[in-house]
């Protein structure tokens, strides 16, 4: 059974530029979130997809936005890219239902913005 | 709002030493509370997780931790480190209704030989 996964695992982009990241969730799963995890800190929520709709959002300005699909997939898309936006971008997938609390975590995406 | 803090940024043991690493969490219901694990350039391994139920919890790696409702706690421990177990360990609270965890600022363990 695949678990969470995600591509690129690594990337590099220059400031102002676009990046698409790609999860696929985990076998069963329908919610996809995404996190920001800077270095040195925590994971920080990005948002989260249902069925196919953005259901939650964190505190991101709208350069952030996704999409997910109807395998329940998702992509992260961040446009005009700042420095600060260098991270791991973690995604993260759960099951249906009540099962909603319970997320498992891909290897993450490490995006560096130079 | 709700919060998770652990206190320590980085603890330091020698291998066979036993680990407590301090979570406080604030919540205004009974939390989903979570310890991940994450080693260099890697992402999130889930040690152990707390629902419900019996308050101590038993997770991979011969992890524990202990939920204490009175002092908003869920410290993981464990009894002899060993030189593996160095690495990021993150304690996380799901905020029920608003569908995301929220994430401490992480606390490092480096194992002495």
């Known amino acids: 059974d695949a678990g969470v996964t995600q591509s690129p695992t690594h990337l590099i982009k220059t400031r102002g530029q676009q990046v698409t990241l790609r999860c696929s969730p985990k076998s069963g799963h329908d919610t996809v979130s995404w996190y920001q995890q800077a270095l040195g800190q925590g994971p920080q929520f990005i948002f989260q997809y249902y069925e196919e709709e953005e259901r939650q959002r964190g505190n991101f300005p709208d350069r952030f936005s996704g999409h997910q699909f109807p395998n329940y997939s998702s992509e992260l898309n961040v446009n005009a890219l700042l420095l600060g936006d260098s991270a791991l971008y973690l995604c993260?997938?759960?099951?249906?239902?009540?099962?909603?609390?319970?997320?498992?975590f891909g290897p993450g995406t490490r995006l560096t913005v130079t | 709002a709700q919060s998770v803090t652990q206190p320590d940024i980085h603890i330091t043991v020698s291998e066979g030493a036993s680990l407590e690493l301090r979570c406080n969490y604030s919540y205004g219901a009974t939390p989903y509370l979570f310890w991940y694990v994450q080693s260099p350039g890697q992402g999130l391994q889930l040690l152990l997780k707390?629902?419900?139920?019996?308050?101590l919890v038993q997770g991979i790696k011969g992890f524990e931790a202990e939920f204490k409702r009175s002092q908003s706690s869920f410290n993981l421990r464990k009894p002899s480190v060993h030189w593996s177990d160095a690495a990021e360990y993150f304690c996380a609270v799901y905020a029920s209704g608003t569908y995301k965890y929220i994430f401490g600022t992480g606390t490092r363990l480096k194992v002495l030989a």
């Open positions: 993260a997938s759960s099951g249906m239902g009540d099962r909603v609390y319970e997320q498992y």
């Open positions: 707390y629902f419900s139920g019996d308050t």
